[in-house]
């Protein structure tokens, strides 16, 4: 048997300039029949998705990517949503860096007082509940960029993400852009292995779903959608269950919810049957 051969670390001429963003859009599909229950469902979400509970799943990821919080911004919205975005670095929070001249004559802190490149990374998320006027369905829509630059990777975080939400759809966006240089001054657009966001998605995971990939390599782009296999009618009724409902109601219920899924998933309009 040969050697292993070892992975050889690119030497950097400086810091990694790459800036690497992981992009989801997140559905949860519901069918609530009645308009006092569409209200119930906006609020039932917009209670569990608030913006404290959205800067936890954050602060979760950050842990997670190995990333330190420089700051958080954090707001619920009136009639509904929230957003919150977080400022990160990679490197340890320290005031006495090695590299600053306590003596210079700086207004403000000392540039190296915090880590630099702290602002290429962040982590946001905006929610988007909202129901259609007379067919009974209403969706919740979550938008999460996770973005970092350095050696910090927010492909870590992705199955925490799938798992922190209601997940009837996942479509996700990730992307290298930039480029950083090694000690020979070539420049790197990207500095790991990567053929498909489904490496990167645990295995029980992926049973669960249907997936499709959509990449652009020579650019660095990476696009996968993912929906639920197993449709089962009582996952998707707010406030009722398919007891309550006739054969002929839930006929009904159950083409106009796969309907709405299979739109969002294609990202494209279709004639109703219903």
Known sequence: ???????????????????KTLSFNIYDICYAKTAKQRKRYIDYIDDVYNAERLTQILTDVSNIIGANILNIARQDYDPQGASVTMLISEGEMACDSPHSDQDDAVPGPLPDSVVTHLDKSHITVHTYPESHPDNGISTFRADIDVSTCGRISPLKALNYLIHSFDSDIVIMDYRVRGFTRDKGGRKH??????????NFISEKTKAMYQLVDVNVYQENIFHTKMILKN??????????????????????????????????FYAENMPSKV
């Open 1 to 19: 048997m040969g050697k292993k051969s070892k992975k050889m670390k690119i030497k950097l001429q400086g810091f990694n300039n790459l800036t």
């Open 189 to 198: 657009y990207i500095d790991h292995k990567i053929n498909s966001i489904q």
């Open 231 to 264: 449709f089962k009618l009582d996952n998707y009724l707010f406030d009722i269950s398919s007891e309550d409902l006739s054969s002929e109601e839930i006929e009904k219920i159950e083409r106009r919810l796969q309907h709405e899924m299979m739109e969002i």
